[in-house]
Each structure stands twice: as structure tokens, then as C-alpha cells.
């Protein structure tokens, strides 16, 4: 929701000139994409780390959709996402973060274009 498409997708991302707001009726998915979501395990340091390695990816997390609902889902059940997150810009600052770990719902591949649910 905070940056056009193109961003989010590394074959198209250029800068921070593709951030910008996006309107709820540019949502291609509503009830496939999150706008928010409740992990329980991305709190924990030490969780995280075990969570991160490859394979694991079935803890259970829950997200709010644009269109209104909530959904339980797993991680692995959730839609791809762009693992270089917010990008490498340091005009970014402190949001230049999330980098080869993804928290559920976020970083979602093509942004509002994608889904996050199935």
C-alpha cells in the first residue's frame, strides 16, 4: 500500500520515486490482500532465526484483508513475495529493513496487483 507495483517486483523496481500512497479501489484482490496481519512468531528473536531457515514455513498467522475480512492461514499458504523487502536505498533509513525474511503479508510480490491469500 505504500509503493506502486513496480516496485515491488525486482525486474521493475527503480527508486524511491515508484513510492507513493495507493487507493483501496486500486486493490486488483481485496479479499486476497493483506493490510494487516498478526504473527506471533515474528516477535521473537530466537523464533524468528529458526523460523528464517529454509523449510520452515508452516507456522500459522493471521490477516486482515482490504475488502474486511480475516483469514487464518499458514505462512507457506501465503502468496510470494520480493525478498530484497523495502530495498537497499538509504534514503529509505530506518524502513531499509527486512531483508531475506519476509513477516507474513508483507512484501507481496507486484504489491496491491498481488495476492497474499490464495
Not at 513475495?81 to 529493513?97: E, M
Request: proline share 7%; aromatic share 8%; net charge neutral.
Amino acid at each position: 500500500m505504500i509503493a506502486a507495483p513496480d516496485y515491488w517486483d525486482q525486474s521493475t523496481r527503480e527508486g524511491i520515486h515508484q513510492l507513493r500512497p495507493n487507493w483501496v479501489s486500486s486493490v486488483r484482490y481485496p479479499g486476497s490482500k493483506a493490510l494487516l496481519s498478526f504473527d506471533p512468531w515474528r516477535w521473537s528473536w530466537p523464533a524468528r532465526q529458526v523460523l528464517t531457515r529454509e523449510g520452515v514455513v508452516d507456522r500459522t498467522t493471521l490477516i486482515a484483508t482490504v475488502s474486511g475480512g480475516v483469514d487464518r492461514t499458514t505462512v507457506g499458504e501465503l502468496g510470494e513475495t520480493i525478498q530484497t523487502g523495502d530495498g537497499h536505498d538509504p534514503a529509505l533509513g530506518f524502513v531499509s529493513h527486512r531483508q531475506g525474511w519476509t513477516p507474513s503479508g508483507m512484501h507481496t510480490l507486484r504489491g496491491v496487483e498481488g495476492r497474499d491469500l490464495p
